[in-house]
């Protein structure tokens, strides 16, 4: 029911910067809610920053005052753009979009971020 095209992430040294983007579409419903979660190896899926229509956002503590999440409504795209990072931050980004608030939801492929020396 829902497409997705993801792309950005790679490779980067700690401090560096990278940015995600993703646009879903859909004829079945209007997007409620999109954002990224992430997945790294050996532990579970944990949201990173999700932005509902009206604008208000949720972060992680982990990517306060670091990671700006933002969305074009009229595009169905949202972007992750990624500062100062973390060894820590190397997980596989996913893009998530929820129909509405009690869901359901639909997941892209993932990209991978890997943050190293």
């Known amino acids: 029911q829902v497409q997705f095209v993801e792309s950005g992430g790679g490779l980067v040294q700690p401090g560096g910067s990278l940015r995600l983007s993703c646009a879903a579409s859909?004829?079945?419903?209007?997007?409620?809610?999109m954002g990224w979660y992430r997945q790294a190896p050996g532990k579970q899926r944990e949201l990173v920053a999700i932005i509902v229509s009206g604008g208000s956002t949720v972060y992680a503590d982990s990517v306060k005052g670091r990671f700006t999440i933002s969305r074009d409504n009229a595009k169905n795209t949202v972007h992750l753009q990624m500062d100062s990072l973390k060894p820590e931050d190397t997980a596989v980004y996913s893009c998530?979009?929820?129909?509405?608030?009690?869901?359901?939801?639909?997941w892209g492929q993932g990209r991978q971020v890997t943050v190293s020396s």
């Open positions: 998530n979009v929820r129909a509405s608030l009690s869901g359901p939801d639909y």
């Open positions: 859909t004829r079945s419903f209007t997007i409620y809610g």
